[in-house]
């Protein structure tokens, strides 16, 4: 009787040591994998729906074991010793189940009879669900992929990020993804001026009011964009007679593709040393117009302020901070 003992008590320990691994990634990553086709991510959501069910089944076999011990060890030395053994046994198996050799190797032999464990406890989930101690979600995930970080960020309470703090980070983690005709402004919407227009203080007036600083300037078709206007040179222009378009503009156009991405974009302004480019297709035909503002508005999530232009001269910057 004493082998058996020991048997029930080998089983028990095997059982309680036995520490299934859970995925390191969130049930809202393996959902978005599976969703894109991903088969290891199926496996692995069907897997982790059933890993509590797994554990109750487990502490069940645990428990039977040590019933099994207590009668057994009853009807071999009485009522009295069997629960001084027993009583023994129990809080010995707390303390070996924790040692790495025993919870190595039961977990290595359980993970060869896992699939055949989880088809059969599929069919018993229902009911061993309602005695789980684990949720049905995953435990201390790692954060998957860039959507994910996304979502997480979009989904804090105002207490943990402010809403200035989410645009910020959700359009910092898109930044990449986007491409210069995602952002710019499409060419017709695009406030243009002939190169022949002349720039009366009534037209300087009806520009300003527009809120846009650089305009591009054409010559002859839309087409054929030949400089950029800047109207903050333009009024700080110490001659008085009316200049045409041509004369005021900077005659030096940049371009960019309808596909460069931002971080494309961030270095053509860098190294051009421009605020605005024109966003051209594959056939060289105009598409849109790009400025930094339009940028650092899509980083933001927000527009930009027009309180605080550049500006040369501190006293100006001073006046306004009063």
Do not use: C
Request: without cysteine.
């Amino acid at each position: 009787m004493i082998v058996v003992l020991l048997i029930l008590y080998a089983v028990a320990v095997f059982l309680a040591a036995v520490r299934p691994t859970r995925s390191i990634l969130s049930e809202y990553e393996l959902e978005r994998r599976a969703k894109t086709g991903d088969a290891q991510a199926k496996k692995a959501i069907f897997r982790e729906k059933l890993l509590p069910s797994v554990l109750v089944l487990r502490d069940f076999l645990v428990l039977l074991a040590i019933l099994g011990f207590a009668v057994v060890a009853y009807f071999t030395y009485g009522f009295m010793l069997a629960i001084f053994i027993t009583a023994l046994a129990a809080i010995t198996l707390a303390v070996v189940r924790n040692i790495r050799t025993w919870s190595n190797l039961a977990t290595s032999l359980y993970r060869h009879i896992e699939p055949e464990l989880l088809n059969f406890v599929k069919y018993l989930h229902v009911v061993l669900r309602f005695f789980a101690n684990v949720k049905d979600d995953f435990i201390n995930p790692t954060i998957g992929s860039k959507e994910e970080l996304m979502r997480l960020v979009e989904t804090a309470s105002d207490g943990v990020v402010a809403p200035e703090e989410k645009s910020l980070l959700v359009g910092a983690l898109q930044f990449s993804e986007y491409r210069a005709s995602d952002i710019m402004t499409p060419i017709e919407d695009a406030i243009m001026l002939k190169a022949s227009t002349e720039l009366t203080p009534t037209k300087i007036d009806e520009l300003s009011r527009t809120h846009y600083r650089r305009f591009p300037v054409f010559d002859k078709t839309e087409d054929n964009i030949v400089g950029v206007l800047n109207l903050r040179r333009l009024t700080s222009l110490s001659v008085k007679e009316t200049l045409t378009a041509r004369e005021a503009m900077r005659p030096k156009v940049y371009f960019a593709r309808t596909d460069n991405s931002l971080d494309d974009i961030l270095a053509i302004f860098a190294r051009t040393n421009t605020f605005m480019l024109v966003v051209i297709d594959r056939h060289k035909k105009p598409r849109g117009i790009l400025t930094v503002s339009d940028i650092f508005e899509r980083l933001l999530g927000r527009p930009l302020s027009d309180d605080f232009e550049f500006d040369a001269d501190p006293d100006a910057v001073a006046t306004r901070i009063k």
